[in-house]
């Protein structure tokens, strides 16, 4: 568990409403405004996919939204960047196996 | 399709600063940026600016976006369009961006793209898996969303970013264990690795990473010395025990969307890597298409902001013929000065394969020194590299801090003026401003430090004071701590007078504990605590501690405790009460007592 930080000397962290999603059918608690990708790894879950050739894990590289290495299958659409999709209540969230079917 | 008169690509600082420089001459302007807010790096900066006192300096990253962000709001000539990703651009200043799951198409006159960059790779064993991070990863997930990025760090780079992401990982409670460094020396300023020194963090010098250890994520790294070639020296090897590696090799402009524009690009490494070529004025060589920022040179916020402007004022010029040429010249020097210093060499050169010559301004830089005045509470400057900064001297309310005209020139203070008042302490960017007052009676000397960390000390309290390569010196004592709203915060602590060169930091002590009850994980300075406390009874001390209440049922630690007890209070074991042994004696599952049992 990574976990959240609660106390900064400089920041202070206005969480919004605690929600639910699910990462591979585990219920995931989140606060709105974060991204799948920060929820993801406030749990703890640094995977967030595995390679289409070789298998290997893959996760976090910019958390900005360029290198796409945090491609995810979300709520039935792959290839979706988890560091700038919102997570939102009920949200369903699989580690993508392959490259995604065009539909 | 809806056409505008300016289009920015990208709410970072330069875009910001385009958009409000455009919407304060008269031009309809529009931001499209991809997130749900605009600021674009600078959210996630906790750290004060360098800079000019007239350019935000002094005033951190996140604060500064929010007054550019305000000052755009209130603009009534400016529409923000957030979630809004440019996907390309196409003939006839064409722009196409997605937003909610739609295409949408818009057309401009003129385009400025603002567009940043992003971390350079740097491919080494395992660098792919999860855990290796850029260091902008890093400080989204915790300045930005405020998520533990890791317990243990090793840092790659050493430039400005890493000795900023290192200082911002201990301020979040996060344990950076080096920085490895491949050159013979640090990359970014002295003054932030200053910081970070005195907190502890080795960086290492003609060091590199071999390789990333784990399986499914980072359990570790392995790194080694290089020699002058890069290579890396057999035998050198060593393991590190961490679970993060962050990436700060550098930044690389993202150009894509400027050569689908047209603009011709030219790869210059002091520039980033691949630019757009442009002129003096932020003009690429479609005429139409303007670049600002990061995009056009990797610097910092600050000339991406006076880019921005400038490329605004001369975009304003073509749209509605506003007379701009004035306003334009003084940016243009504004950015000379700023670029002007030893440690824009880079910038210059790259600059100057593109055709821009970079003026150095006929204001010399200045380093003299003012006789010290011993045995008064002053300010004293460590700020000896010239970088373009003059933080101090504008705080200062009573002019006892010169810079000069040239702001490159490291700071002199009068100590005569100097009323010890702490203020350049707390504006100082660069943490790099101590105050000092000798006590010669008593042969201690008071220091003030800038602190920026949690838990802030209190008077009275004992700590250790470490040098500027954060190891302990000497015990100091807390005299007072003063509050600033900025949160950088001033403790001033006693200690004797030999250390006054030496020390530069206060650490609460580290003391490490031996677990006592590993049932409960309870440590000796915990049942010490509590015992010190006035709590003599064994049983109450379990209450309190839970010492002896796990599975094990007190097997393995009760006679530690009763040993401490009986250390602490001089009553013999024999003498003390030892609690009461109850069944179960061994851990059994619940369902044996809910089947019931047969008597026998």
């Known amino acids: 568990m990574e976990g959240r930080i609660e106390q900064h000397p400089i920041l202070q962290f206005k969480r919004k409403k605690k929600i639910k999603f699910y990462f591979e059918d585990r219920e995931i608690e989140a606060f709105e405004g974060e991204t799948v990708a920060a929820a993801l790894h406030a749990a703890g879950i640094r995977v967030l996919r595995h390679t289409p050739n070789l298998g290997r894990p893959a996760g976090l590289f910019c958390a900005i939204g360029k290198c796409s290495s945090c491609l995810m299958e979300i709520d039935g659409i792959p290839n979706v960047r988890s560091c700038m999709t919102k997570v939102k209540e009920g949200m369903r969230v699989r580690r993508q196996k392959g490259k995604g079917d065009v539909l | ?600």
């Open chain 2, 1 to 600: 399709m809806n056409l505008y008169q300016a289009v920015i690509i990208g709410g970072g600082p330069a875009g910001m600063m385009g958009a409000i420089t455009l919407g304060n001459h008269g031009v309809k302007t529009i931001i499209l940026d991809e997130n749900e807010s605009i600021g674009g790096q600078l959210v996630k900066q906790t750290h004060k600016f360098f800079g000019d006192h007239a350019h935000y300096a002094s005033t951190r990253g996140f604060e500064i976006a929010q007054k550019l962000d305000e000052e755009i709001s209130k603009n009534k000539n400016i529409e923000v369009e957030n979630n809004a990703t440019v996907i390309g651009i196409y003939p006839n200043n064409t722009v196409v961006y997605t937003k909610d799951g739609q295409e949408h198409k818009i057309q401009a006159k003129k385009i400025l793209i603002a567009t940043g960059a992003m971390e350079k790779q740097l491919p080494f064993i395992n660098s792919d898996l999860p855990g290796v991070y850029g260091a902008g990863a890093v400080q989204t997930l915790m300045n930005e969303y405020g998520i533990m990025p890791g317990k243990r760090f090793l840092i790659i780079g050493s430039g400005n970013i890493g000795l900023i992401l290192a200082y911002q990982l201990i301020q979040a409670g996060v344990e950076v264990r080096a920085i490895v460094e491949a050159l013979g020396k640090v990359g970014g300023y002295d003054v932030h690795a200053n910081k970070v020194k005195r907190l502890g963090v080795p960086i290492l010098l003609n060091h590199t990473i071999v390789k990333a250890i784990g399986d499914e994520s980072v359990q570790g790294a392995i790194i080694a010395k290089i020699d002058d070639k890069f290579q890396t020296i057999p035998g050198t090897e060593r393991e590190m025990v961490v679970d993060t590696i962050a990436i700060s090799v550098g930044l690389t402009p993202l150009t894509e969307l400027a050569e689908q524009a047209g603009c011709k690009v030219e790869f210059i490494p002091e520039l980033g890597g691949y630019v757009p070529i442009r002129d003096e004025r932020m003009r690429t060589t479609n005429p139409d298409v303007f670049i600002a920022g990061d995009l056009s040179s990797i610097e910092e916020a600050t000339t991406a902001m006076i880019e921005g402007k400038i490329a605004a004022l001369e975009m304003a010029r073509d749209i509605n013929g506003s007379d701009t040429k004035e306003e334009i010249e003084e940016e243009l020097r504004t950015l000379a000065l700023f670029r002007s210093g030893p440690k824009s060499v880079k910038i210059r050169s790259g600059l100057e394969k593109m055709g821009i010559k970079i003026s150095i301004p006929t204001k010399p830089i200045i380093n003299e020194k003012k006789e010290d005045v011993i045995g008064k509470l002053r300010a004293v400057l460590e700020c000896d590299e010239e970088i373009p900064c003059n933080s101090c001297e504008a705080s200062c309310p009573f002019g006892a801090i010169h810079i000069g005209e040239n702001l490159n020139s490291t700071p002199v203070l009068d100590a005569e003026k100097c009323t010890g008042c702490g203020t350049c302490v707390n504006a100082c960017p660069g943490l790099a401003i101590f105050m000092m007052k000798e006590n010669e009676e008593e042969s201690t000397v008071t220091l003030g430090i800038p602190y920026e960390l949690l838990p802030l000390p209190e008077k009275g309290q004992k700590m250790w004071g470490l040098s500027k390569e954060g190891n302990y010196v000497c015990d100091v004592t807390v005299e007072r701590v003063v509050k600033y709203p900025n949160k950088t915060n001033i403790v001033y602590a006693k200690f004797p007078i030999e250390f006054k060169d030496t020390v530069r930091h206060f650490a609460f002590p580290k003391k490490e504990s031996p677990i006592v009850c590993r049932c409960e994980e309870v440590s000796l300075e915990q049942i010490e605590k509590v015992i010190d406390s006035g709590v003599t009874d064994f049983e109450e001390i379990k209450r309190l501690t839970r010492v002896t209440m796990g599975p094990c049922g007190g097997k393995n630690c009760k006679l530690v405790v009763l040993g401490i007890l009986s250390r602490k209070t001089g009553v013999p074991i024999s003498k003390l009460s030892h609690g009461t042994s109850r069944p179960p004696v061994k851990p059994v599952e619940f369902s044996v007592f809910k089947k019931g049992g047969d008597d026998k």
